[in-house]
């Protein structure tokens, strides 16, 4: 099965940076499927943060646009969140997502989560 881990979450102080990766081993379809990072924090709906289609689009919630960037290297199978200037409320843990529902409707992975604690 296709897995999804993801590393680099740590508590870091405000204004610092980090960056996350996600590597999905087992997946021969990742350089075609669409990649994403999201976050959850308790009490609040998991929220996509930064998405990039097999095509190279990105897309950036409002709130980290000009501070995160996300990345991929196909040969590696493996998808990066790079988070500049975070701020404490960017605190949350980040998932990665491997989308492939425009070719198979509802067919997504998930990995398990990093915790990302920005201090003040």
Do not use: H
Not at 39 to 55: D, F, I, S, T
Request: contains cysteine.
């Amino acid at each position: 099965q296709v897995q999804l881990v993801e590393s680099g979450g740590e508590l870091v102080q405000a204004g610092e940076s980090l960056r996350l990766s996600c590597v999905a081993s087992g997946s021969i379809f990742f350089r075609i499927s669409d990649m994403g990072w999201y976050r959850q924090v308790p009490g609040k709906q998991r929220e996509l943060v930064a998405a990039m289609a097999a095509g190279g689009s990105t897309n950036y919630a409002d709130s980290v646009k000009g501070r995160f960037t996300i990345s991929r290297d196909n040969a590696k199978n493996t998808v990066y969140l790079q988070m500049n200037g975070l701020k404490p409320e960017d605190t949350a843990v980040y998932y990665c997502n491997l989308d492939l529902s425009r070719r198979q409707t509802g067919l997504v992975y998930w990995g398990q989560g990093t915790q990302v604690t920005v201090s003040s």
